[in-house]
């Protein structure tokens, strides 16, 4: 290994340390499991890993969206694989606004279940904002999607989301 790839080593290893708990986050949400999540956090991390310890590895500018896009293609792979995660049609759940939130689990079904009631597409762009903690920019490089699309997939996943539990109070 040369001492430039040494530092691009070391400079992803640093950027996997630092963004890991909003890594997890996601994977979590995006997945709806913890342990799937930390499997598919452990994925992404061996495919960055290799890609670039064998000095092969290009030169990145964006670590940040580089290494979302490769945790959010790990996700997609994993959900394309099984049946790990299904749909329930809005009119035949349970009226999720309804249940008191009495911990953290709870919410984390809700959250996961209204999501799972919207287009994917904007749900992939709800889960890197807000539970990958980047910004529309950040999104946008990392779904490699224009700006304007990334802000209005944000918004319409939101309107749908806010509908439905209007509905369900109804």
Known sequence: ????NNITMNELAEHLRREQPH????????????????????????????????GTGKEVKDW?????????????SWLSRSSRFKTIPMDTCLNLAD??????EADYQRIVQLLAEIPEEQAEVIRLRIYGNNSFAEVAEILALPLPTVKSRFLYGLEKIRKAMNQKNH
């Open 1 to 4: 290994m040369n001492k430039e």
């Open 23 to 54: 890594l997890m986050r996601y994977a979590c949400y995006r997945l709806g499991d913890a342990d799937n999540a930390k499997d598919a956090l452990q994925d992404a991390y061996l495919k960055l890993c290799s890609k670039f310890s064998d």
């Open 64 to 76: 940040r969206s580089y290494i979302f896009r490769t945790l959010s293609n790990v996700c997609t």
């Open 99 to 104: 249940i008191p939130s009495e911990n953290n």
